[in-house]
């Protein structure tokens, strides 16, 4: 099963997502996955929801390995149609302030950490993006980064900015990177996404911002702040590399919700004195 989603070219992170659903399963009913039915996977799942208490976004990866499974693996297609699909959790995610931004920059005293985050930020990038990038992506003819190996092994250019490029400068000659923009402790490795999430939640945790903020806010929040300066968001979702602008629009939200100095046109009409 492994071997046919590495020939169709999933991502490494996917192939163990993909993998992990029907292990758990087959594991559940101890009994090889050709004789288990239809009714044992929905009760299975039930488990998981009920008594394991999964989110949705973890029923719907476990949903995914088992439907590659019976689909492309035991040639089974009838068993996916029984097997129903979690719909997503849509939720407004936490983005930062322009000042929280800045503040939270300034206090960064490590020079990796303190540029790493602020690519992070300023090209919008997930985590494991910023951790493939290599130094012959940074483009400063034309001001812009490659990313390579995106959500769905989709390249992308994003936006370099000018800043950025004097940050990036200076930190390549401080800290001489080889092959890969930020390397691991390991020779020849990148940088890995828990040593990420850690540079952040040290600063995090200096500055007092303890409200759910993550990795994943610095993407969210160059989103939000593009929006708001008027960008449109077609152009944010090719920045973001997303598929659907109904994934994107998830950030007309998150400005609604900032915008408390917005005024009410009826309170226009008739004002309150």
Request: proline share 4%; net charge positive.
């Amino acid at each position: 099963m492994r071997q046919r989603m590495v020939l169709e070219n999933l991502s490494p992170r996917t192939i163990v997502s993909y993998l992990h659903g029907p292990r758990q399963l087959i594991r559940y009913y101890n009994t090889p996955p050709h004789e288990i039915t239809s009714d044992q996977i929905l009760s299975y799942l039930v488990y998981l929801k009920e008594e394991k208490q999964q989110k949705r976004n973890t029923m719907r990866i476990a949903v995914n390995g088992i439907r590659y499974l019976y689909k492309h693996f035991l040639s089974r297609p009838e068993i996916c149609e029984q097997i129903p699909y979690p719909k997503a959790e849509r939720y407004i995610p936490e983005v930062f302030t322009g000042g929280e931004l800045k503040r939270l920059f300034l206090g960064i005293k490590n020079q990796k950490h303190c540029t790493l985050l602020k690519l992070i930020y300023s090209a919008g990038l997930r985590r494991g993006e910023a951790c493939n990038i290599l130094l012959s992506d940074i483009d400063t003819k034309n001001m812009q980064v490659r990313v390579r190996g995106g959500k769905g092994r989709r390249d992308r250019y994003v936006m370099l900015s000018r800043h950025m490029l004097v940050e990036l400068s200076a930190y390549i000659q401080e800290c001489r990177p080889q092959h890969y923009l930020f390397n691991g402790r390991k020779k020849g490795t990148p940088i890995t996404a828990s040593c990420i999430r850690w540079a952040l939640c040290q600063a995090l945790k200096r500055e007092g911002l303890q409200r759910g903020l993550n990795v994943h806010s610095l993407r969210h929040s160059f989103a939000s702040h593009l929006l708001s300066m008027g960008v449109n968001l077609m152009v944010i979702r090719d920045l973001l590399g997303h598929q659907s602008i109904l994934t994107t629009m998830i950030y007309l939200h998150i400005n609604y919700r900032m915008k408390s100095d917005v005024v009410n046109p009826l309170d226009k009409m008739f004002p309150v004195l």
